[in-house]
């Protein structure tokens, strides 16, 4: 089991908003912007999407956007698209350790 | 662009060898830590270590201490992931990625461009 634990599945019709939750303790969540989170299609190789609890890197749609409340990263989608239909991981980092959660598939209705 | 250019697919016996490799390009490869990644079938991702290769630091994920070895050449800008006898649990995906290691009151790890994966298939 993951230090770092995320919904196996969500889901959202297309122009809806959705939120991907990812919850650890203190000290890989909550005491700094630790969280970074990936993107992977079918497929593919992960894509980095979140760094540093909520930027994003060039070339990222501003739909993406994370955030941080307590020990609980969050990753929220605006605007759902067909083409956001993936499997997204959070990560952290912590003790010298790197850790991922479970990762999350989203569906797109 | 930044780029990294994983070595093929891979078929092995278990009890083989393998070393698999990772080429980094159009950046400074020395002087940033690379990743590498496992991917079980229909599972998520797991980190294993990961590797400076300006000095060949390494540092490994205890679950993965002592049944891989990661390595970097640095004079062709790549590093690798070898093991000394495979079993079948290690069929996997495995990628590397390049690591952005951020000190500002923490040290914050993230990692910002992938391999397109080395698929390795282990049987008896």
């Known amino acids: 089991q993951s230090a770092l634990t995320q919904p196996a599945s969500v889901s959202g019709s297309p122009g809806q908003s959705i939120t991907i939750s990812c919850t650890g303790t203190?000290?890989?969540?909550?005491?700094?912007?630790?969280v970074s989170w990936y993107q992977q299609h079918p497929g593919k190789a992960p894509k980095l999407m979140i760094y540093e609890g909520s930027k994003r890197p060039s070339g990222v749609s501003n739909r993406f956007s994370g955030s941080k409340s307590g020990n609980t990263a969050s990753l929220t989608i605006s605007g759902l698209q067909a083409e956001d239909e993936a499997d997204y991981h959070c990560?952290?980092?912590?003790?010298?350790?790197?850790?991922f959660g479970g990762g999350t598939k989203l569906t797109v209705l | 662009e930044v780029q990294l250019v994983q070595s093929g697919a891979e078929v092995k016996k278990t009890g083989e060898s393998l070393k698999i490799s990772c080429r980094g390009s159009e950046y400074s490869f020395t002087r940033y830590w690379i990743a590498w990644v496992r991917q079980m079938p229909g599972k998520g991702l797991e980190w294993m270590g990961i590797i400076y290769p300006g000095d060949s630091e390494t540092r490994y994920s205890p679950s993965f201490q002592g049944q891989v070895t990661i390595s970097a050449d640095k004079s062709i800008n790549t590093a690798y992931l070898q093991w000394s006898s495979l079993k079948a649990s290690d069929t996997a995906m495995f990628y590397c990625?390049?690591?952005?290691?951020?000190?500002?009151?923490?040290?914050?790890?993230?990692?910002?461009?992938w391999g397109q994966g080395t698929l390795v298939t282990v049987s008896s």
């Open positions: 990625a390049r690591v952005r290691l951020v000190v500002t009151g923490a040290e914050i790890l993230y990692f910002d461009y």
């Open positions: 203190n000290s890989i969540v909550g005491s700094y912007n630790l």
């Open positions: 990560c952290s980092y912590a003790g010298s350790s790197v850790v």
